[in-house]
């Protein structure tokens, strides 16, 4: 019964085969490797453009902050939720990778920025006023830290805000696959034809061992000297790359990702639904794989004293996260323990 963060779960099968299968012989170093060469087809064909450049790391952070750093200068800013990733959990590597760039907070309900909050910031930027810092970029997240989904319009809707006032639009899609699933939008649809301009896309949470993948689109790919050269700097350039595209081509392969995700997703459901059966109230609608439950100390202990693993939640909800190796049983168990 552990459900403390897609993090803790294994790696599916076929990433360890495709490990093993890229295991053979020698190869060129830094990536210009044959897997991460091959790689571009099969994002090409995920993403349906060839308009893109791409970057594998092992981490989200890594991703994100290289990914910010490329468009934030020293002096700018980034408009972000206030409780995303990039915010609360990133020990500040955002504002590290940019040499100083600012995180500009801005509310909203269920973990999504507000409209109206988005609006006001916008309007305010002022890049001859010297004395505030001017937003460069928008980032936003999907599957948001709160475990619902930005559909494609509200996607879209914000990037043209944001593009209209000279900002680039940033995704951290750390859950990506369990928003596409939840929302039923493709890849292209909620990236680059939403107007999202750098994605950070990841196949970690979704099942691979650490794989994250920085991917620029059309005028964007401006960037890309400028990011191989930070992650150089940063030491997120990986010697022998062709062990992180092996993850994600398997990963990618037959839409195992989306299938990954989509049982993550129903996992999650089935613990909303069984714990709403049992009249326990959840914080936010959930439509990816994380619920947030608003459960009483006491059904917090009696759970932790069955062995079930999961941690509170700012705001006073317990997070429990499902993952592709989540089982039915798993779910009923811990639903059962708190029936009594
Ligand atoms: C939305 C989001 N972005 C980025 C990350 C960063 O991932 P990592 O732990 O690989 O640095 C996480 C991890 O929890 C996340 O939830």
């Known amino acids: 019964m552990n459900f403390s963060s897609d993090t803790s779960a294994p790696a599916h099968p076929n990433v360890l085969k495709a490990l093993s299968a890229a295991n053979t012989g020698l190869e060129a170093s830094y990536g210009i490797d044959v897997v991460t060469q091959r790689l571009r087809a099969r994002l090409a064909d995920v993403f349906n453009t060839d308009d893109f450049d791409y970057w594998l790391t092992a981490s989200g952070t890594a991703s994100n902050a290289l990914a910010l750093s490329c468009f934030c200068p020293p002096t700018g800013a980034v408009l972000c939720h206030a409780g995303a990733h990039i915010a609360v959990d990133e020990r500040g590597a955002p504002e590290f990778f940019s040499g100083g760039g600012k995180l500009h907070l801005l509310r909203g309900p269920d973990g999504k920025i507000g409209a109206a909050q988005l609006d006001e910031a916008l309007a305010r930027i002022n890049h001859d006023f010297v004395h505030e810092t001017p937003a460069h970029v928008l980032s936003l997240t999907n599957l948001t830290e709160n475990g619902t989904a930005y559909s494609v319009a509200e996607v879209s809707d914000y990037a043209a805000k944001a593009h209209a006032t000279g900002l680039v639009v940033h995704l951290d899609g750390a859950r990506l696959g369990n928003a596409l699933v939840a929302t039923g939008a493709s890849a292209a649809e909620m990236s680059w034809k939403a107007g999202v301009d750098v994605l950070t896309f990841g196949l970690t949470k979704t099942g691979a061992m650490g794989c994250e993948i920085i991917l620029l689109f059309g005028e964007a790919r401006q960037k890309k000297r400028e990011l191989e050269a930070r992650a150089k700097r940063s030491g997120h350039m990986p010697p022998k790359m062709r062990y992180l595209a092996a ?36 914080a936010f609608e959930p439509q990816g794989n994380e619920v947030f439950a608003l459960l009483s100390e006491a059904q917090v202990s009696v759970l932790h004293n069955a062995g079930a693993v999961f941690y509170p939640w700012m705001g006073g909800s317990q997070r429990l996260v499902c993952s592709w190796a989540t089982t039915p049983e798993e779910v009923d168990a811990f639903l059962g323990v708190l029936k009594g």
Do not use: K, S
Request: charged share 30%.
């Open 247 to 282: 993850q994600a081509e398997a990963m990618l392969a037959d839409r195992l990702w989306l299938d990954l995700a989509t049982h993550a997703n129903e996992m999650a459901r089935r613990m909303a639904e069984g714990l709403r059966r049992q009249g326990v109230d959840l």
